[in-house]
């Protein structure tokens, strides 16, 4: 815990995301290259391939999302999924565990309010 990362399910889609993208700039670099037909062609196919590779990794980003385990975040009390025994919130990037060595620790509640509760009780 405490690394900076966005969560697994999010990178995935990021990266679909971008493939698309790609795909797209791909298909239209081809147009640059409307002299020679085989060049134009090999540009659509590359990028069209992009766009089905980004389709693909959109199915799998459906299939693991149903295996995934919806908790609600502690910190921004939004429903996110998580993948794997550490993830982070799909949201504000709160690290979470589904770890049983730290499950019954209720770690959420004591490391997430530390400074905001706390302000009132002192005066
Ligand atoms: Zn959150």
Request: hydrophobic fraction near 45%; charge should be positive; glycine fraction near 6%.
């Amino acid at each position: 815990m405490g690394i900076k990362y966005s969560s697994k399910i999010n990178k995935i889609r990021t990266f679909a995301l971008s493939l698309i993208f790609i795909g797209f700039i791909v298909m239209y670099g081809g147009i640059f290259f409307k002299s020679s037909m085989w060049l134009m062609t090999i540009f659509m196919l590359l990028g069209l391939l992009c766009i089905i590779a980004s389709t693909v990794v959109y199915f799998w980003i459906g299939m693991l999302s149903t295996k995934a385990v919806q908790v609600t975040c502690p910190t921004c009390n939004k429903h996110t999924k998580m993948l794997g025994r550490v993830d982070l919130c799909m949201y504000c990037n709160e690290p979470l565990t589904l770890d049983p060595a730290l499950d019954g620790k209720e770690f959420d509640e004591k490391y997430n309010r530390k400074d905001t509760k706390k302000a009132d009780s002192i005066s």
